[in-house]
């Protein structure tokens, strides 16, 4: 069990001369103190149970030059996001939302997405799932059957650090995330994971192979690191 606790007043703890704010969890899995910057803009300490609230501190002390440019890339994220208007993206297409009262499910048609009036992340975000698991499904079925490989599940997931993972067993996840990115980023995640079947680690074996199946593979893999973190509702 876990908890997220914040100081008296919501405020949460301050280090530094520029006062980075902070909240404190501690997880019984933790083996060591964490820090992870959430959301583009909340700094948050993961502490191992036993250990004590001041280590949480000197964390964020040594860490502050690399919080900061977290928390900069994330301003710059949130703004482009801001950019976008009344609009998400979709595999590349902007979808104009449209809001209706009354309305509780996100609904797509044609180039308009229906949604609930007031926040309608959640319930996008809902749709999204949905909407991923056909999307990365059918690529995912088609590479292994050109590859000559197979999985054993797929699941699709919201990972706060991760955009897909495969296991020893086969087992495929993605993050319904990378639908806010184009297409041919969603190819290339997919041709990766793919070629994790056959080769486990990132040697010049497994990149050889990414090249083999999915050319141009680095404009991709750039793209999304350039992007990463605008890919949010």
Do not use: K
């Not at 999985?151 to 955009?163: D, G, H, K």
């Amino acid at each position: 069990m876990s908890e997220l606790r914040r100081e008296a007043g919501g405020s949460g703890r301050r280090v530094g001369e520029g006062a980075i704010e902070y909240t404190m969890r501690r997880s019984a899995r933790a083996r060591r103190v964490r820090v992870n910057v959430r959301d583009h803009v909340n700094v948050e300490v993961v502490l191992p149970q036993r250990t004590p609230e001041r280590a949480a501190a000197a964390a964020v002390r040594e860490l502050a030059p690399w919080i900061e440019r977290r928390l900069a890339e994330g301003r710059r994220a949130l703004a482009r996001v801001a950019e976008r208007g009344a609009s998400v993206p979709y595999l590349g297409r902007s979808l104009a939302l449209v809001p209706e009262p009354g309305r509780q499910r996100a609904h797509l048609r044609g180039e308009r997405l229906l949604v609930p009036a007031g926040d309608h992340r959640p319930a996008v975000e809902r749709l999204y799932r949905r909407l991923a698991r056909g999307e990365v499904a059918s690529r995912l079925d088609a590479a292994v059957a050109a590859a000559g490989l197979g999985y054993t599940t797929l699941s699709i997931r919201s990972q706060s650090t991760r955009w897909a993972s495969c296991s020893a067993t086969g087992a495929m996840s993605f993050n319904w995330r990378l639908l806010l990115a184009p297409e041919p980023v969603l190819d290339y995640v997919v041709w990766h994971e793919v070629c994790h079947l056959q080769v486990r680690d990132h040697s010049c074996r497994f990149w050889a192979l990414v090249e083999e199946w999915c050319p141009g593979w680095r404009e991709q893999r750039d793209w999304l690191r350039r992007n990463g973190t605008t890919l949010v509702l």
